[in-house]
């Protein structure tokens, strides 16, 4: 492996001549590797494919803006998630679950309340349980590092999966307790939504607000427990089995059309590829074994340079002005806008971000938030403010000339 050539010619390319790409990871995101790499591998063998076994998310071909959204989220979780629509096939699946391999570590709290140290050190020891509290003032440590999982959304799940419920086990004991729901499962992970279009609107509002806020309540009866769910939302939908209500579309921080590639060598490289996985997962695994965990590496130090990352203010101001002139009504927009544009800079080893960093994400994180129906309301909404103010202020005269100059 170490003797590939192509790898070797890959590292050299890496170092002068790319001033802004200071980083490999948006190089490996946006590499097409040759056919040559997987006729090059051993002939393949009919084998049944394990499930344990992942197409590799760098081996999939082209669809670099869906590839870049999903690093970036993972990077930024503040971008706020993550919708990709797209007709089947197109590899949106694949690609979320190609995941797993490049998820970063995180702190996790070891403690079963969930007690963090960044809740002692700025409300006080009250605010963590009586245990936590007497190892902090040991000096011991309350979290470990863990690693990210990805957590996917059983496509019959009923709310009560979803927030929580009475707990049944309990329940037969004669105990009533709160049984924790997969949102609280999904706490400092990545949640993925199949099929988001087809869920329940009840059940999508619960994931919405809950990815939204960080947090969850559940309430059963006299029982209520709040639950931590700080989860990198992802969810994918195919528009052609049904639409999503606009609201929705504005509530994940990136939004990406994800399309059949229309290169038919590219399509001829993905043929190769799967079939190569079909027949021997592992040869195609092995032959991205290298810059996957370049991959995982970079995202994990894009991960660690975020809270440095700065935005010069007259681009803040450029990116504010594009949202104004696009006429987008949500705040949703600048805070996906700066976020991405942040994690970025953050994958590419810069601390300040650029114009072009703000160009690259803006497509993602602008499209679908305008919304016809809020544009009229608010037109309709605006005239007849000032039919009002024009009679409780008796202004009839003075309104003609408003309405001239408007
Ligand atoms: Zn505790």
């Not at 992802?234 to 606009?246: F, K, Q, V, Y």
């Amino acid at each position: 492996m170490g003797e590939d050539p192509e790898r070797a010619s890959l590292s050299a390319e890496a170092m002068p001549e790319t001033p802004r790409r200071t980083s490999m990871l948006l190089r490996l995101l946006e590499e097409q590797s040759p056919a040559a790499r997987v006729l090059r591998a051993r002939p393949p063998v009919d084998r049944p494919v394990e499930e344990a076994v992942r197409f590799p998310f760098l081996a999939i071909v082209g669809q670099t803006e869906m590839k870049l959204a999903l690093v970036l989220a993972l990077i930024n979780p503040a971008i706020g998630g993550v919708l990709l629509m797209g007709a089947r096939g197109t590899g949106k699946t694949t690609a979320v679950r190609g995941l797993l391999d490049l998820l970063p570590p995180v702190e996790r709290s070891l403690c079963p309340y969930g007690c963090e140290p960044e809740a002692a050190y700025t409300l006080g020891f009250h605010a963590v349980c009586k245990d936590c509290a007497r190892k902090l003032g040991q000096g011991e440590p309350i979290t470990a590092p863990d690693r990210m999982r990805l957590i996917e959304l059983p496509l019959n799940a009923r709310l009560e999966d979803v927030i929580g419920g009475i707990d049944e086990q309990a329940a037969v004991e004669g105990k009533v307790r709160i049984r924790r729901g997969l949102l609280a499962q999904a706490d400092q992970n990545v949640l993925y939504v199949d099929e988001v279009n087809l869920l329940d609107p009840e059940i999508a509002n619960a994931i919405l607000d809950a990815a939204a806020l960080g947090r969850y309540t559940v309430r059963r009866g006299p029982l209520a427990a709040t639950y931590r769910a700080r989860l990198i939302l992802i969810a994918s939908m195919n528009p052609e089995e049904g639409a999503l209500r606009p609201q929705i579309h504005d509530r994940f921080g990136l939004r990406v059309v994800v399309r059949g590639l229309s290169d038919p060598q590219d399509r001829l490289e993905v043929y190769r590829r799967v079939r190569l996985f079909r027949s021997n997962p592992y040869a195609l695994v092995a032959q991205w074994a290298s810059e996957t965990a370049a991959a995982a590496a970079e995202i994990m130090e894009a991960r660690q340079r975020l809270p440095r990352v700065t935005i010069p203010p007259e681009l803040e101001q450029e990116a504010i002005g594009w949202i104004h002139r696009l006429g987008i009504e949500s705040s949703r927009a600048e805070v996906a806008l700066l976020e991405a544009a942040r994690a970025y800079a953050a994958a590419d080893g810069r601390e300040v971000v650029t114009l072009e960093d703000l160009q690259a994400v803006a497509p993602m994180a602008l499209r679908q938030r305008r919304s016809a129906f809020i544009a009229a309301f608010i037109a309709q909404q605006e005239k007849e403010d000032r039919e009002i103010l024009d009679i409780i202020y008796n202004r009839h005269r003075r309104s003609n000339r408003r309405r001239k100059a408007g």
